[in-house]
C-alpha cells in the first residue's frame, strides 16, 4: 500500500512539474504578447541568454508554437553539426556569401553572432590607420584572413555634444559606443543593413603599437605621466590636432570593432549624395522647399529601391541623430537593385537632450514609407517604452556595457514617438494606400 502510495504521490509531482512548466511558458508568451514584443524580435534578442537556456526556451517554443513556426536556428543557436572552432574560422566568409541586394544579413542569421565573437577576440596581427573619411579609425587584420574596421574611444559616455554654435555638429568627434549601438538597433527594426559591430577593449601596446609600422600612428605618439599612449593621427586638422589626441586608459583602449565588407570586383560600395544632407550648404536646399518631387521624377532615386530606403536612413537617423549622414551607399555589385547600407554611425547617439526634427524631412515632404517598415515601426510602438527596452537588452550582452547612458533609452522612444507622428500626419492627410507603400510607383505621385 505504501509502495502504492509513493509511486501516486510520485505522477502528482510530476504532473504538477509539467503543469508549472507550462504555466511558465504561457506566462512568457502572455508577457510577450502585451508587451508587443514579437516573435521575430524575441529571437533577435536570444543571444542575450547563454546556449543552454536558449535549447531550453526552443524546445518549450516547439512544444507550445509547433517546430514548424520556429526556425531552425535562432540567432544564438549553432548548427549541431559544425563545432564553434569551424563556425568562428568560416563566419566573417558566411557573412559575405549570405549578403542580398535587400540587407547584409538574414534576420535568423546563427552565423552573424558568431562573427561578433570573432571580431571581439580574434588575434590581431597587423594595424593600420584606414584613410577615408574625416576621422581616425584603424584597419585591424585578424589572424584567420579577415579585416574591421576600428574606432577608438574618443568621449567618456556621459559626455554629451551641445549641437549649437559653441559645439556645431561638424567640429563632434565620432564615438566608438555610436557604432556599436547604430548596429544593434538596425538589428532591432530589421533592417540589418549596418555592418556587425562590437566592442572591444585591447591593450594598446601589444594589440596596437606591436602591430602596426605605419608611421601616421608611430610618428605622433608619445606617452603621458599615468602610463597612457597617445597619438595625433592624420584626418581633417580640425580632428587631428595636439589638442585632441588619442588615448588609451592607462594600458588598454576601447574600440569599437565592425566588419569590412570585402569588394567584389573593385570597390564593395559606392557613395551617392544625400538630398536630405545636414550639411549647411546642402540643408539650405530641402529647408527652404519641398524638395520631393524632385526626388520623384529622378530615375536615379526611384529606379531600383532607393527612394524608399532613403526613408528607412532618414528615420534610423533621426532615431541616432546623426548630423554625418552626407551620402547614401550601395552594393555595387547589386548596381540600382542594391539596398542603402546604414555605415559610418560614429557620429550618432551625441545628445539624448536634443531632438531635430528636420531629419525627418524625408517622411514629412514624401510622406512614404515601405509597408514592412510601417508595421516594424507600428509593432515596435505600440506600447511606450518597448524599442528603448529592446535595444537596453541588446546592448547589455557587449563586451563594452554600458554602451550608452540611460538618458539615450528614453530618448529613442520619444523619437520614434515622434516619427510615428509624422506618420499619422501623413496618412490623415493622404491616406493609408497613398502612404504606406511596397514599392514607390504604387504611391508616386
Known amino acids: 500500500m505504501r509502495r502504492n502510495d509513493e509511486s501516486t504521490m510520485k505522477i502528482c509531482w510530476r504532473g504538477m512539474k509539467l503543469d508549472l512548466s507550462i504555466a511558465i511558458v504561457v506566462m512568457v508568451l502572455v508577457l510577450i504578447h502585451i508587451t508587443g514584443v514579437t516573435y521575430r524580435h524575441e529571437l533577435s534578442l536570444m543571444f542575450a541568454r547563454d546556449y543552454a537556456k536558449e535549447r531550453h526556451m526552443r524546445r518549450m517554443l516547439e512544444e507550445m508554437l509547433g ?61 593600420t590607420l584606414f584613410t577615408s573619411g574625416t576621422q581616425v579609425k584603424f584597419r585591424l587584420q585578424f589572424s584567420n584572413g579577415n579585416s574591421a574596421i576600428a574606432k577608438p574611444k574618443r568621449h567618456e559616455r556621459d559626455r554629451y555634444w551641445a549641437y549649437n554654435q559653441s559645439e556645431p555638429f561638424w567640429f563632434d568627434r565620432e564615438r566608438h559606443n555610436a557604432e556599436i549601438a547604430a548596429f544593434h538597433l538596425d538589428r532591432i527594426i530589421d533592417f540589418r ?93 530641402w529647408k527652404k522647399r519641398n524638395i520631393c518631387l524632385d526626388m520623384l521624377s529622378d530615375p536615379e532615386i526611384t529606379g531600383g529601391r532607393f527612394f524608399l530606403d532613403l526613408i528607412d536612413l532618414a528615420i534610423f537617423d533621426h532615431l541616432i541623430q546623426n548630423y554625418d549622414r552626407h551620402h547614401f551607399t550601395i552594393v555595387v555589385r547589386f548596381g540600382i537593385e542594391s539596398f542603402v547600407v546604414l555605415v559610418d554611425n560614429g557620429k550618432g547617439f551625441g545628445n539624448p537632450k536634443k531632438d531635430d526634427i528636420s531629419f525627418l524631412a524625408p517622411v514629412y515632404q514624401c510622406c512614404r514609407i515601405r509597408s514592412s517598415t510601417y508595421r516594424s515601426l507600428v509593432d515596435l510602438s505600440r506600447h511606450g517604452g518597448q524599442l528603448g527596452n529592446l535595444l537596453r537588452l541588446s546592448l547589455s550582452q557587449d563586451p563594452l556595457t554600458p554602451v550608452i547612458t540611460d538618458e539615450f533609452y528614453k530618448a529613442i522612444d520619444r523619437r520614434m514617438a515622434q516619427v510615428m507622428n509624422e506618420l499619422d500626419n501623413c496618412i490623415a492627410t493622404y491616406g493609408y494606400d497613398v502612404v504606406v507603400i511596397d514599392n514607390i510607383s504604387a504611391g508616386s505621385a
Not at 517546430?67 to 566568409?93: D, I, M, N
Not at 566588419?259 to 545636414?278: A, C, I, N, T
Open 67 to 127: 517546430p514548424e513556426r520556429v526556425p531552425s536556428t535562432t540567432t544564438l543557436g549553432r548548427p549541431e553539426e559544425t563545432t564553434g572552432k569551424r563556425l568562428r574560422q568560416t563566419a566573417s566568409r558566411t557573412f559575405h556569401q549570405k549578403i542580398t541586394k535587400d540587407s547584409l544579413y538574414q534576420a535568423s542569421a546563427a552565423y552573424v553572432f558568431e562573427l561578433l565573437e570573432e571580431l571581439g577576440d580574434a588575434e590581431i596581427v597587423n594595424v
Open 193 to 285: 543593413r549596418v555592418p556587425p559591430c562590437v566592442g572591444r577593449k585591447v591593450h594598446f601596446k601589444d594589440e596596437i603599437l606591436d602591430k602596426t609600422a605605419d608611421p601616421n600612428i608611430t610618428n605622433t605618439l608619445y606617452k603621458r605621466n599615468d602610463g597612457s599612449y597617445c597619438f595625433i593621427g592624420s584626418c581633417v586638422p580640425w580632428i587631428c590636432n595636439q589638442d585632441n589626441p588619442i588615448c588609451s586608459d592607462g594600458r588598454y583602449m576601447e574600440l569599437s570593432v565592425c566588419q569590412m565588407v570585402y569588394p567584389s570586383v573593385h570597390r564593395p560600395f559606392q557613395d551617392r549624395p544625400y538630398p536630405w544632407s545636414q550639411g549647411l550648404q546642402e540643408a539650405k536646399v
